[in-house]
């Protein structure tokens, strides 16, 4: 069985940057796609993006490419989410979810696996 426990989340301003993590434990990682999900206060849960565990290769919504980077640390089982120029519109809960996919990654319910979530409120 696998575990995601996500850290980071916090209370911050428009512009200001913000790491969250995502350490996994219980199986190994090989060839497994990490994602990273939102749900902001009252609306559905929204692909932020995703990472291939052995390729590396990322994949963004549009809403925060360009802002947010997706990275993972082999060593330490962890998945980072990079957040930077924040908006209020980021403001959400953010999961991350794993699972051995090779499409469809910006799908939630495509995830076996999903952390508890950490909330990330961005102030005007």
């Known amino acids: 069985q696998l575990q995601l426990v996500e850290s980071g989340g916090g209370l911050v301003q428009t512009g200001d940057s913000l790491r969250l993590s995502c350490a996994a434990s219980?199986?190994?990682?090989?060839?497994?796609?990490m994602g990273w999900f939102r749900q902001p206060p009252g609306k559905e849960r929204e692909f932020v993006g995703a990472?291939?565990?052995?390729?590396?290769?990322?994949y963004y919504s549009d809403s925060v490419k360009g802002r947010f980077t997706i990275s993972r640390d082999n060593a330490k089982n962890t998945v980072y989410l990079q957040m930077n120029s924040l908006k209020p519109e980021d403001t959400a809960v953010y999961y991350c979810a794993a699972d051995w996919l090779s499409r469809r990654w910006e799908i939630p319910r495509e995830y076996k696996y999903w952390g508890q979530g950490t909330q990330v409120t961005v102030s005007s």
């Open positions: 219980g199986r190994t990682l090989s060839g497994i796609t």
């Open positions: 990472i291939r565990w052995n390729t590396k290769n990322t």
